[in-house]
């Protein structure tokens, strides 16, 4: 299980990034160039003393570097921002391209085609998309050689995409649930607060752990030390009972 504090939305925090590292284990970073933090996770990742090879690091592509030479460079720009040499896993953020004059799946060809070269010289240990829906991994198939290691899709108890998940599944594609809270709105969900109650858990607990029992990887965010804290004290057994 990972906890983030990286994305744009609700503001970046050092202090919550330092703390995820140091005292709660967390290895799991997921960014993007869009959130604009890479530069101050360099420095965050730095303070925490933590080893780059004990790390897991994902950042994103954004759609105005889409293309087949935009993407390679673009992936190197957040490897120096990010002050790293490789990254665990780099995503291609939407599937819409917004490129004048080309069609998205066109423009999505080229990109994949650069990730997958960024994959074969080892820069990007696995790459994947995000917010694919089916028909996008299907036209990727036809296009691309690689089958994308990862998708990152909204995951929480209000949007439970089950057919594209099973579709991830049964392409060996990791399927990850990005607002696993809901960006917070599922925490005063009336049944979502009778089953905290119920199991002596907090709401968000129960979210998070609802996720990683479904079998989906987790990645919520806060900026607040305590709730990261908080966050991280959920039991990662898949399908054990909740005691
Ligand atoms: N691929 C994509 O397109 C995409 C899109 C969105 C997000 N993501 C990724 O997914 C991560 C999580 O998504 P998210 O931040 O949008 O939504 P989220 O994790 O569902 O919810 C975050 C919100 O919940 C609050 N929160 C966190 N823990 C809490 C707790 N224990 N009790 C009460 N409130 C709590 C946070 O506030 P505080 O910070 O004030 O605690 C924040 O407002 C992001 O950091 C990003 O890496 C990816």
Same mark, same amino acid.
């Given at each position: 299980?990972?906890?983030? $504090?990286?994305?744009?939305?609700?503001?970046?925090?050092?202090?919550?990034?330092?703390?995820?590292?140091?005292? *709660?284990?967390?290895?799991? %970073?997921?960014?993007? +160039?869009? @959130?604009? /933090?890479? &530069?101050?996770?360099?420095?965050?990742?730095? #303070?925490?003393?933590?080893?780059?090879?004990? =790390?897991?690091?994902?950042?994103?592509?954004?759609? &105005?570097?889409?293309?087949?030479?935009?993407?390679?460079?673009? *992936?190197?720009? $957040?490897?120096?921002?990010?002050?790293?040499?490789?990254?665990?896993?780099?995503?291609?953020?939407?599937?819409?391209?917004?490129?004048?004059?080309?069609?998205?799946?066109?423009?999505?060809? #080229?990109?994949?085609?650069?990730?997958?070269?960024?994959?074969?010289?080892?820069? *990007?240990?696995?790459?994947?998309? $995000?917010?694919? =829906?089916?028909?996008?991994?299907?036209?990727? +198939?036809?296009?691309?050689?690689?089958?994308?290691?990862?998708?990152?899709?909204?995951?929480?108890?209000?949007?439970?995409?089950? #057919?594209?998940?099973? @579709? /991830?599944?049964?392409?060996?594609?990791?399927?990850?649930?990005? /607002?696993?809270?809901?960006?917070? #709105?599922?925490?005063?969900?009336?049944?979502?607060?009778?089953?905290?109650? +119920?199991?002596?858990?907090?709401?968000?607990?129960?979210?998070?752990?609802?996720? %990683?029992?479904?079998?989906?990887?987790?990645?919520?965010?806060?900026? +607040?030390?305590?709730?990261?804290?908080?966050?991280?004290?959920?039991?990662?057994?898949? =399908?054990?009972?909740?005691?």
């Amino acid at each position: 299980m990972s906890t983030t $504090s990286t994305s744009h939305q609700g503001g970046y925090s050092h202090d919550a990034v330092v703390y995820a590292l140091q005292k *709660c284990g967390i290895r799991h %970073i997921d960014t993007a +160039k869009r @959130y604009g /933090c890479e &530069s101050l996770l360099q420095k965050a990742i730095k #303070e925490s003393d933590v080893k780059r090879e004990d =790390l897991w690091i994902t950042t994103k592509l954004w759609h &105005s570097d889409y293309g087949y030479e935009n993407t390679k460079q673009a *992936c190197l720009e $957040s490897c120096k921002r990010l002050g790293v040499q490789y990254l665990d896993l780099y995503l291609v953020h939407w599937p819409d391209a917004q490129v004048p004059g080309k069609s998205n799946r066109e423009v999505r060809a #080229e990109t994949w085609r650069a990730m997958e070269d960024l994959y074969e010289k080892g820069i *990007c240990r696995s790459i994947g998309v $995000s917010n694919f =829906l089916i028909n996008h991994l299907e036209q990727l +198939k036809e296009d691309c050689k690689i089958t994308p290691h990862v998708n990152q899709v909204e995951y929480h108890p209000f949007q439970r995409p089950e #057919e594209l998940v099973d @579709y /991830c599944r049964s392409r060996n594609i990791v399927f990850e649930g990005y /607002c696993p809270l809901a960006k917070g #709105e599922a925490l005063t969900h009336p049944n979502i607060i009778q089953l905290a109650k +119920k199991y002596g858990k907090t709401p968000a607990q129960i979210c998070i752990r609802w996720s %990683i029992q479904n079998g989906i990887v987790t990645i919520p965010k806060s900026t +607040k030390i305590e709730r990261i804290q908080e966050n991280c004290e959920v039991r990662c057994g898949l =399908l054990a009972s909740y005691d």
